[in-house]
């Protein structure tokens, strides 16, 4: 699959076709559940204004440093990113085992994919009940039964679990680029159009204002230790941070394209469709007087009794549905890709690697959809949270900010700088010591005293 008309030495697994096909690659991984269904219910859950502030904040002060750190890696050595950090660290004369970081990020991206793969088949559910006009006229009571009703059947969680799970796989296997390179090109802007008319209709409502003052108000008195580590931690799970999924990607970007420029964009686009699913959930969640504290099942509640109220609302509503899996499945791919890569690096088939991952964290994801019924937290818990609270706590909320740490020490303080900066290629001077502090210092001391403040916060409640 390699390409002849890209003037550098490619990877063994090709290269993106354009720049552009890179940074829709990179958004298309960074937006998707995420954004849609993960950052309004913790914002939700977390009291809005300060919440929000501080998630922006972690995002342009560590997120961003982060990826351009990620993306570097990954065209430097243009291989998985567990050789291409082994070998980076080897070109510097540090230790291997920094490998063991890449290591870290590879299991992580595993673990996340098996939950993810849970929720997006939850979507893949609701294309059909909205379909067949089931939420039609409905009101808040049907929409949060119906929802209740999913959670209470493994059987269909996992049948939908299984379809997402080999849609995932039957990409990985093709490669990356065949797949998805030409699919995201028209999905994501159409996925921005609608959701640009929902706010519109949110802002219908008449609850647009109570929205707003939700998401931007800001009063840190609602805010606790634990939520400046929940915003941190999706800092990094929204941007595909943390677990080597953008430093896979970096591998197959064209050498002359501007690594600086490529992260704002995509950092750019995946905070916009943040913001704008909140201000799409948030005025219909109030005008329907349900409150914002609903957990996971905010976007499946909302959505339904927004496109249940509109004029072709069942043809719609399947559309947006169809969209959120269309966001899902660029995400999903992203952390398989990590290990496929490897695994294809040591001589296995591509597609084997893709079915044995997706196997496993097949596996691993039923326990997740469990969790909502016969493993509830009254039958099972770990640390007061259910499975797949805790499985989402720990790769979020600690796994991915340790890799993240990690990365911003080794390219800031590991590797040779000149080496480095080469391949940055960036022009503006300014910039690249901004970059250079943020990486070596804002970054790393940001996330110690976040989780180091989590830590103790837990350390005096018990
Ligand atoms: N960023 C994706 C989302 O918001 C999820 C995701 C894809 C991810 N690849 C990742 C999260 C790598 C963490 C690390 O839905």
Redesign the pocket.
Known sequence: MSRSNVPDAPSIHGLWATRWVFILAAAG???????I??FPYITGMHGGGAFVLVYLLCVLLVGVPIMIAEILIGRRARVAPINAVTMLARESGISKRWGLMAWLGTI??IL?LSY?SVIAGWALHYVLQMASGAFVGADAATATNSFNTLKASPLLMLGWHTVFMAMTIFVVARGVQAGLGRAVTWMMPMLGILLFALVGYAMTTGHFMQGMHFMFDVDFSKITGESVLVALGHS????????C??MAYGAYMPKQQSIGAATLITAGM?TAFALLAGLAIFPILFAHGLSPDQGPGLMFITLPLAFGGLPLGALFGTLFFVLVIL??WT??I??AEPFVAWAVEKGVGRVKAAVLIGAVSWFLGIFSLLSFNYLSVDVFAIGGKSIFEAMDFL??NLL?PVGGLLVAVFVGWGVKETKMMKELGMNNQALYIAWRIAIRVIAPLAILAILLNFLGVLGTAR
């Not at 991984?29 to 954004?35: E, F």
């Not at 990094?236 to 677990?243: A, D, E, H, I, P």
């Open positions: 991984s960074a937006i998707g559940l995420g954004n269904w993960k992580a991206g996340i993810y990094f799970f929204t941007l595909s941070l943390g677990m999924a953008i995946d966001a899902a995400s999903s992203s952390l790769t979020t991915l």
